[in-house]
């Protein structure tokens, strides 16, 4: 009987490497991460920014930031149960944006795409610009929200909208994940901008979705490509072009049209409240925006055929190793130490590093090659488990076979 156990190992790597593939799979398809992912993670982006440091750079020439930080006005605050004024609300100049695409309006074809990454919930006296030119403006998206209750707030305008909420991992506190679509349907903006730029509509599979003609998920965690350091710390001939709206919309409209010429536009806070926890510290979130929008360009959320092919292979060696029962190491670990309670103790850590170890290799190779990291930890214990019931599945079948012998 064992020998028939022994003879069908190969199958049984065969197919345990097609379960961990689907494990896998289904893993990176959560809207969420585990908690062992974040350090790995962290680890790895920095690792390849400091060897890599200009591989995943966007073109400067490609984008425009445009800051509303310090552009603010007052507004009245009504009560919405009695109406009274109960004091008052800072709001984004209407104005001073109202202005802005009015200039832009006068070359509607110039720029390439305009992201507006402010949220119009209260009304202004200074709306009637901005509202007129909103309408009037091409190639755009302006972001709105969801209540507590998950339901979309529309804002006051009538505009192209991407939904733009952060969603923070509960392991972390961080924006590790992006999910192209919330809820039921609700598009986020980088799908938005994505869908307009290239013309492209997402498809919606039982599984996994498709877009431009490629399996993707849904769920994907983000690759900083653009961080603050490159809009406000980097070398003034590596920093990207930043701009105060009150400058811009103060300029003669021929060198504004230049500026803005076949530019994938950003107006948003930058400097201010809108920023959000990650990997990479704090960001403002028209960046995470942004960054979410550059991988899936890169293709990042991409389910290649050679990354199934990676994980099947890497997990076909990892589970021949399971099911051979005392292997070299597990044998030469037995060897050296003679405390059967020392021996089980240090035969679980070592297992489990080994493990580590391995599936460590294949997430830093994934996340080079594919852009996709991988859960670490949660699969390793998984693995050492399983060792564990097949060492023992062993023994119990040596027993057996012996007193069989004995018989």
């Known amino acids: 009987m064992f020998k028939r156990f022994w003879s069908y190992r190969f199958l049984l790597s065969f197919l345990h490497a097609f379960f961990l593939v689907f494990l896998t799979l289904w893993s990176l398809s959560l809207p969420f991460t585990f908690g062992d992912e974040a350090t790995l993670i962290q680890y790895s982006a920095t ?36 109406g009274l004024p109960i004091g008052y609300d800072v709001i984004t100049n209407r104005e001073s944006l109202g202005k802005f695409l009015q200039m832009l309006n006068q070359n509607p074809n110039n720029h390439k795409f305009l992201l507006i990454d402010i949220f119009f919930q209260n009304k202004s006296p200074n709306d009637s610009l901005l509202a007129a030119e909103l309408k009037r403006v091409k190639n755009c998206v302006v972001s709105y929200h969801k209540d507590e209750k998950g339901a979309p707030m529309y804002p006051i ?10 969603q923070t991992d509960s392991w972390t506190d961080m924006v590790l994940k992006y999910h192209l679509i919330q ?46 350091y490159d809009l406000f710390d980097a070398d003034e001939e590596k920093r990207y072009p930043f701009f105060y709206i009150k400058d811009l919309i103060e300029l003669p409209l021929e060198v504004f049209a230049e500026f803005t010429k076949d530019k994938i536009i950003i107006v948003g806070d930058f400097q201010g409240s809108d920023t959000h926890p990650t990997i990479e510290g704090d960001m403002a979130g028209p960046l995470i925006l942004l960054n979410a929008f550059l991988d899936l360009e890169a293709g990042d959320n991409v389910l290649s055929p050679f990354f199934l092919v990676l994980l099947f292979v890497f997990y076909f060696v990892i589970s021949l190793k399971i ?49 996709i990291h991988l859960t670490i930890l949660t699969l390793s214990v998984y693995m050492e488990f399983l060792e564990k019931f097949v060492n023992w599945l062993h023994e119990k079948l040596l027993k057996k076979n012996d007193e069989m012998a004995v018989g």
């Open 47 to 82: 690792v390849k920014r400091k060897i890599l440091p200009e591989l995943d750079k966007p073109d400067r020439n490609r984008f425009m930031f445009v800051g509303v930080t310090w552009e603010k006005q007052l507004i009245e605050k009504v009560d919405e149960k009695t």
């Open 157 to 166: 305008f009538e505009a192209p909208l991407g939904l733009s909420d952060m």
């Open 183 to 228: 809820g039921d349907s609700l598009k986020t903006t980088p799908l938005v901008m994505y869908e307009k730029i290239y013309n492209q509509q997402i498809e919606h599979g039982l599984f996994f979705d498709k877009l431009n003609g490629k399996t993707i998920f849904n769920s994907f965690i983000i690759d900083y490509r653009l961080r603050n």
């Open 323 to 371: 099911f051979t029962p005392n292997d070299v190491v597990t044998q030469y670990v037995e060897s050296k130490v003679k405390n059967k309670l020392q021996k089980g103790i240090i035969h679980a850590l070592l297992d489990v590093s080994v493990y580590v170890f391995y599936m460590g290799i294949l997430s830093i190779m994934s996340y080079f090659l594919f852009g």
